[in-house]
């Protein structure tokens, strides 16, 4: 079948309460550009009602194609497996919690039909999110500017619009520990920010607590950077030279006759070397890790499920192209027309 003007990709994660709101915001926004589109929702592992809300409307709208991952995969991979099954020659990336505004499409759309491959939303400002979360996210987005080589926006999220020759090229970078904002700023073409103001979220929790937060955020520096290793190599030779000074100065004071002082100087050069030991091992293996990680060549994410309505769901399910990266092994492709 002919492929849609355009593709909505949309991760859910515990999204219940707030999906039907979701779908129905951003129908109304597809629709009001007046092109074909496609809703492409892909379920992670949700512990609540998520995959059966999906189902239902899949059953009765056919623009929604619902995909179930096998396990919980994350954020990130979750939006790879959208990615790959989208066909819109222009795809929008946008979480279901409506923080990111559907309506503002239009003008995606408008400032894509004036050349950009690429319309990221940069906000401006951030309702509804806690002190602590604004501190961190403008820490973290400011210590990747300083540690990336690819520039990477600041205040920008996965929220964006992209060009399809813009997508393939993301879709062909086969990393595990996916940073896709960074990925796609890493890209090129001609990309170009939208700002806006993020919204509350409409229901439910945030997804990302502190401890996902970091290991976001190491995976991001990990992905894009080798300074940390740069680092670990500086801390290893100031260690080094701190520690023949010490040398120097114990002998010094032996030919000197006077004796060496006492345990506190001897317990904080142990303390000091064995702390710059740990963080360059710390460092390193961090980075060994995610070669082992990829060597293993596992697939990114693996597709349980792919539901969609109307009486060509099958034939629209059917013509979609298996991506390199996914194993939709037994996979279930249902039509509820």
Known sequence: MTPPSLSIVAPCYNE?????????RTATAAQGVGQTYELVLVNDGSRDGTWRVMQEHAARDPTIVAVNLSRNHGHQ????????VCTGQRVLIIDADLQDPPELLPEMLARMDAGADVVYGQRRKR??????????????????????????????????????????????????????????????????????????????ETKYP???????????????????????????????????????YSVIIWISGKTVPGWASIVAALAFFSGAQLIV???????????????????LFIISDIVCGGEKGDASVAARPKPATAIPASSEVHSDA
């Open 77 to 84: 991979l979750a939006l790879t497996a959208g990615l790959s």
């Open 127 to 204: 309702s509804g999110e806690t002190v602590f979360k604004l501190a961190t996210a403008a820490a973290f987005y400011r210590i990747i500017e300083k540690l990336t080589d690819t520039p990477i926006p600041r205040d920008t999220g996965d929220f964006r619009l992209m060009s399809r020759r813009a997508l393939n090229v993301l879709m062909s970078m086969p990393e595990r520990h996916r940073f896709i904002r960074g990925m796609v700023s890493w890209i090129g073409f001609r990309q170009e920010p939208l700002l806006y103001d993020r919204d509350a979220r409409f229901a439910g």
């Open 281 to 299: 091992m710390g460092i390193f293996g961090e980075y060994l890790g995610r070669l082992y990680e990829q060597a293993k060549g596992r697939p």
């Open 16 to 24: 219940e309460e707030g999906l039907p709101e979701f779908i129905r």
């Open 210 to 248: 502190f401890r996902k937060m970091l290991k976001f955020a190491i995976d991001a520096v990990t992905a894009f950077s080798i300074k940390p290793l740069t680092f670990a190599v500086g801390l290893g030779f100031a260690a080094a030279g701190i520690a023949v000074l010490l040398v120097l």
